[in-house]
Antibody
């Protein structure tokens, strides 16, 4: 069974950065895009962007451009999402999710367990 | 405000049929992009329910079905069960935003 295991909860101060990891297993990591989606407390899902583990190519949602960086380390089958200049409204659960097709309107078939990032002074 | 519009809540009695709508525009659903649906139980990650408008992963029972027409899509659940009580989200692609978009989510209550 495909697994995406994320790093643990983080507490950050406003203005800081956070880096969340997503370790993939039981499939060929470089064959599937990884997307990042976040969910603020009591709110809906918000798409942040994707990374191609094979090429390292990325595409970010307009809202996060300039603040988010997605990277990967193929030697350990892990994707990363780095969000900088954190604000209180960045407090959310951050999910990584696998994209089985890589097309524009593709879906997410497996999700990580989520990482709670709390931004508070 | 979400690009895709869903009703905040729907409800139904056990055994009944409910539908959840997902309304978009000419830059997403109306442009022909696929619609997908997810179920989210409290405190857990979303789970894929329907992909490509009307396809179910093998582990999803056929009580769940999806459809799409024009600028809208719908999720139908028949034979409602207590364990169906959850939040449901639609997702598609928006060409104006050049990215994936989600609906605001619908909370299903089983009476």
């Amino acid at each position: 069974q495909v697994q995406l295991v994320q790093s643990g909860a983080e507490v950050k101060k406003p203005g800081a950065s956070v880096k969340v990891s997503c370790k993939a297993s039981r499939y060929t990591f470089t064959d599937y895009y990884i997307h990042w989606v976040r969910q603020a407390p009591g709110q809906g899902l918000e798409w942040m962007g994707w990374i191609s583990p094979k090429s390292g190519g990325t595409h970010y949602a307009q809202k996060f451009q300039g603040r988010v960086t997605m990277t990967r380390d193929t030697s350990i089958n892990t994707a990363y999402m780095d969000l900088s200049s954190l604000r209180s409204d960045d407090t959310a659960v951050y999910y990584c999710a696998r994209d089985p097709g890589g097309g524009l309107d593709d879906y997410f078939d497996y999700w990580g367990q989520g990482t709670l990032v709390t931004v508070s002074s | 405000q979400s690009v895709l519009t869903q009703p905040p809540s729907v409800s139904g009695a056990p055994g009944q049929r409910v539908t959840i709508s997902c309304t978009g525009s000419s830059s997403n659903i109306g442009a022909g992009y696929n619609v997908h649906w997810y179920l989210q139980l409290p405190g857990t990650a979303p789970k894929l329910l329907i992909y490509g408008n009307n396809n179910r992963p093998s582990e999803i029972p056929d009580r769940f079905s999806g459809s799409k027409s024009g600028t809208s899509a719908s999720l139908a659940i028949t034979g409602l069960q207590a364990e169906d009580e959850a939040d449901y989200y639609c997702q598609s692609y928006d060409s104006s935003l050049s990215g994936s978009v989600f609906g605001g989510g619908t909370k299903l209550t089983v009476l």
